[in-house]
């Protein structure tokens, strides 16, 4: 019997655990994957894995999003007037 190749093997947990520097550089990857996905000409291992990375991605800039807004929220509660309002 053959051994299953090495490319068979479940994708490194590095791929998942590593976080980008910048929410700019994550949107910047995840266009970068999506735009290699959709082009339809990734093995099927690579495919796997750059959904994983997305995902990782995805979530890194959801709360990133998501922190922001809260600050906003804060800033906004703090006596801050919207725009045009005197």
């Not at 053959?2 to 910048?22: G, H, L, R």
């Not at 099927?44 to 994983?52: H, W």
Request: aromatic share 4%.
């Amino acid at each position: 019997m053959s051994k299953p190749s090495a490319s068979a093997k479940s994708v490194p947990s590095t791929v998942q655990e590593s976080e980008p520097a910048s929410y700019e550089l994550a949107v910047e990857e995840l266009e970068r994957l999506v735009q290699s996905m959709e082009a339809g000409q990734l093995p099927l291992d690579q495919l796997l894995a750059s959904y994983q990375r997305g995902a990782v991605l995805l979530k890194f800039c959801r709360v990133r999003l998501q922190a922001v807004e809260q600050q906003v929220q804060v800033i906004e509660g703090g006596g801050a007037q919207a725009w045009g309002e005197e």
